[in-house]
């Protein structure tokens, strides 16, 4: 029975990954897109700047996201004039974005 049911869907382009009341159907591999990884770092203090980074980069690219992982640093090094307590009452930590996604 289960090798009936794994030659239907090789036939139909289809691969079988399990049989039973939990079976999970995928494309074939030859019609797997590739995951590709695009990576982003900004400041914490200028977040609006990382945020039109990526929605530009998202616009052009005519991408298919898969997945968004983000991280924020806890320090980014120590003070100095471009950083003063006049300006942030915190150091500016590193913001890391990770975009996976498929090309069209």
């Known amino acids: 029975m289960a090798y009936l049911l794994r030659q239907k869907a090789l036939r139909a382009g289809l691969q079988q990954l399990t049989f039973g009341p939990f079976a999970t159907e995928r494309p074939a591999q030859s019609e797997l897109a ?18 039109k980074e990526v929605n ?5 690219s ?3 996201v898969v ?3 983000g991280n924020l640093a806890p320090l980014s090094g120590g003070r ?6 006049a300006a942030y009452p915190y150091v500016a ?3 890391f974005m990770v975009i996976l996604y498929e090309k069209h």
Do not use: C, Y
């Open 67 to 69: 997945q968004i992982l």
């Open 56 to 60: 530009t980069w998202l616009a052009e």
């Open 34 to 51: 590739m995951h590709q990884v695009k990576i982003f770092r900004g400041q914490e203090s200028n977040l609006p700047a990382l945020e």
């Open 80 to 85: 100095n004039e471009g950083n003063s307590l």
């Open 62 to 64: 005519n991408v298919r």
């Open 93 to 95: 930590s590193d913001v």
